[in-house]
């Protein structure tokens, strides 16, 4: 099995299901409200675990009800949270409207995840145990930087999700072996909106990208190779909240167990596909026997 580390938030999503999101200034009603345990380090977590990795979590809960229900639902998943730590601030919310398109917005309030900024006496040891380290930056950055480095070091793959996007350091750039913002995080790091040029764009920062384009798949370049475009199965979207998540997570696992990068790239699509047809982020990620039966379909 593939041992993932993933440092990175873990948030309660806060989900109001409407018609269509309010523009500024309006109120709408809507027809549903959940909370959804989340956060993109905490996704990216049960969505390697449930795609068959050997997953460790390091990060931070409040010492209040949501801390209890977050960690309570990573250990149901397989996640081992022995490097979750509870701290006295409120645990991280996520404020999420999603509209009858499957489209989203969110508004994130760190919370816990505002204490994660840096490494703990064990964290490196657990890093360098890992054959893959996950990263994202609803954390702060400092942490993000210190994990890269651990991971450097001890000659662990590191996957970094640049999201929210914001300036990479080039220290953290230097210690990234895979680079997968979305399409308009990509255009973000690089001012180029074509998905092709901005991964080509990134490829002088890092060794290899992939750009997620939604319903339309993924594109992935490396150094030494041409661009390559997979697509993603056609399904009809409930809730694209977490797709991205449950994409990175089932990639990290099917790129640890050595599998070609086109069938792993078709593979973590065919999880985030499996994603998007049911509410929630964790809540909807697919387990592996669903992601084979889905890829091989």
Do not use: C
């Amino acid at each position: 099995m593939t041992d993932i580390v993933v440092l990175g938030s873990t948030n309660m999503d806060l989900v109001a299901y409407v018609e269509k999101a309010p523009q500024r200034g309006e109120t709408v009603t809507g027809r549903e409200f959940r909370t959804i345990p989340g956060g993109k380090g905490a996704n990216q977590a049960v969505a390697a675990a449930r795609a068959g990795g050997t997953v460790s979590v390091i990060g931070a809960v409040g010492n209040d009800s949501f801390g209890t229900r977050l960690r309570s639902t990573l250990e149901h998943s397989g996640v081992n949270t022995d490097h979750l730590r509870t701290v006295e601030s409120p645990s991280g919310t996520a404020h999420i409207v999603v509209d009858d398109e499957g489209g989203n917005a969110i508004v994130v309030v760190p919370g816990a995840n505002g204490t994660v900024d840096h490494l703990v006496p064990g964290d490196e040891v657990l890093i360098a145990s890992a054959d893959a380290l996950l990263l994202q930056l609803e954390i702060p950055l400092a942490a993000v930087v210190a994990g890269a480095r651990a991971a450097r070091t001890h000659g662990v793959r590191t996957i970094l999700t640049p999201a929210p996007a914001q300036p990479l350091p080039a220290e953290l750039l230097a210690a990234t072996d895979l680079l997968v913002p979305n399409e308009h995080e990509a255009a973000a790091l690089t001012g180029r909106t074509d998905p092709r040029e901005a991964a080509l764009a990134l490829l002088d920062t890092v060794p290899a990208v992939v750009v997620t384009l939604g319903a339309a798949g993924s594109l992935y370049a490396a150094h030494g190779t041409d661009p390559v475009t997979v697509p993603a199965p056609r399904v009809t979207a409930v809730d694209s909240t977490g797709a991205g998540d449950t994409f990175v997570g089932a990639l990290a696992v099917a790129l640890g167990e050595d599998r070609p990068v086109r069938e792993a790239l078709a593979w973590a699509a065919a999880a985030a596909a499996l994603s998007v047809q049911r509410p929630g982020a964790s809540a909807s990620m697919p387990y592996r026997s669903e992601i084979e039966k889905r890829y091989t379909s």
